[in-house]
C-alpha cells in the first residue's frame, strides 16, 4: 500500500489498505490518517471516503462512517458501498431497523451478494429480537392487554420460537373475543412444528369461536388453514370440500 502511494497509484493503494483493514484493526488510526492526506489532494475519489469509513468502523467510530456513508448517498442514490457503510454503522449502534432498510437497498443494487443477504439476516434477527424484548416489557406491566399478547405470539412465530408462541396463545384464547384469533395463530405454530392433528385441532376451535359476519377474513383464512391441514393429514376429501365451500 505504501508502496503504491508513493507512486501515486491511489486506487490500488487504498485497495491494499482495505485488505489490511480486513487483516486487523490495529492499523485503522494509519489509514485514517492516509485517506485524510489522499482525499485533500484526490476529494472526488469516493473509495478514499469508502476505505476511510471502513477505517473508522474497524475504529469503532460508527458515527464518522454513518456520516460518510450518508454523504455518499446524498452524491448518488445509488453508491452500494454508501448504503453498505449506513447498514454496517447503524447496526453497530443498535439502529436495526435504518440498518435493514439500508441493507435491503444495498441488496437492490446487487441482489447476488451473498454477504449483503448475510449481513440482511443477521440485522432483521437482532431487530425482530429487539422489537420481542420491548414487547415482553409492556406485556409484563400490563398482563391483562390482550393485543400485547397477540402481537408477542406473532413476533415469536416470526421468530421460529413455536413453544414461546403458544404460550402466549393460551392466554388469548381465554379471551371470548379474542379466541378465534389465539387458536389460528396456534394452529400456525402446530403447524409449523409438523403437529398437523392438533393444528386441525386448533382450527376446529377457531372455526367455533369465529364470528362470520363481523370476522369474515378471518373465517377464510381459518378455513382455508383447515383445508391445508386436512390435506397435510390425508384427509383429501374433506379438504376439497372446504376448498369447494370458500371458492
Known amino acids: 500500500a505504501e508502496a503504491y502511494r508513493q507512486k501515486d497509484l491511489i486506487e490500488p493503494a487504498l485497495l491494499q489498505y482495505?485488505?489490511?483493514?480486513?487483516?486487523?484493526?490495529?492499523?485503522?488510526?494509519?489509514?485514517?490518517?492516509?485517506?485524510?492526506?489522499?482525499?485533500?489532494?484526490?476529494?472526488?475519489?469516493?473509495?478514499?471516503?469508502?476505505?476511510?469509513?471502513?477505517?473508522?468502523?474497524?475504529?469503532?467510530?460508527?458515527?464518522?462512517a454513518i456520516d460518510l456513508g450518508e454523504t455518499l448517498v446524498a452524491q448518488n442514490p445509488k453508491h452500494l458501498d454508501g448504503h453498505r457503510l449506513i447498514g454496517e454503522g447503524c447496526e453497530r449502534l443498535g439502529l436495526y431497523r435504518k440498518s435493514a432498510e439500508a441493507f435491503r437497498t444495498a441488496m437492490t443494487l446487487d441482489e447476488n451478494s451473498s454477504e449483503l443477504h448475510?449481513?440482511?439476516?443477521?440485522?432483521?434477527?437482532?431487530?425482530?429480537?429487539?422489537?420481542?424484548?420491548?414487547?415482553?416489557?409492556?406485556?409484563?406491566?400490563?398482563?391483562?392487554?390482550?393485543?400485547l399478547h397477540i402481537d408477542l405470539a406473532k413476533l415469536y412465530l416470526k421468530r421460529g420460537q413455536h413453544n414461546r408462541s403458544i404460550r402466549e396463545l393460551q392466554q388469548v384464547v381465554k379471551d371470548a373475543q379474542r379466541a378465534a384469533t389465539g387458536h389460528h395463530l396456534m394452529a400456525l405454530a402446530f403447524k409449523e412444528e409438523g403437529r398437523f392433528d392438533l393444528a386441525?385441532?386448533?382450527?376446529?376451535?377457531?372455526?367455533?369461536?369465529?364470528?362470520?359476519?363481523?370476522?369474515?377474513?378471518?373465517?377464510?383464512?381459518?378455513?382455508?388453514?383447515?383445508?391445508?391441514?386436512?390435506?397435510?393429514?390425508?384427509?383429501?376429501?374433506a379438504a376439497l370440500e372446504i376448498f369447494e365451500e370458500l371458492y
Open 118 to 147: 448475510r449481513q440482511l439476516e443477521g440485522v432483521s434477527l437482532k431487530e425482530l429480537d429487539q422489537e420481542i424484548s420491548a414487547l415482553q416489557k409492556r406485556a409484563e406491566e400490563d398482563p391483562w392487554r390482550v393485543a
Open 18 to 64: 482495505r485488505e489490511l483493514l480486513k487483516l486487523s484493526s490495529e492499523e485503522a488510526d494509519m489509514i485514517i490518517k492516509r485517506c485524510r492526506d489522499l482525499g485533500k489532494e484526490h476529494s472526488g475519489n469516493d473509495l478514499i471516503h469508502v476505505v476511510l469509513a471502513e477505517a473508522y468502523l474497524r475504529k469503532g467510530d460508527n458515527r464518522k
Open 200 to 237: 386441525d385441532l386448533q382450527l376446529g376451535h377457531a372455526l367455533t369461536r369465529v364470528d362470520r359476519q363481523e370476522e369474515p377474513e378471518l373465517a377464510k383464512l381459518i378455513m382455508m388453514g383447515l383445508g391445508g391441514v386436512r390435506e397435510a393429514l390425508g384427509e383429501i376429501d
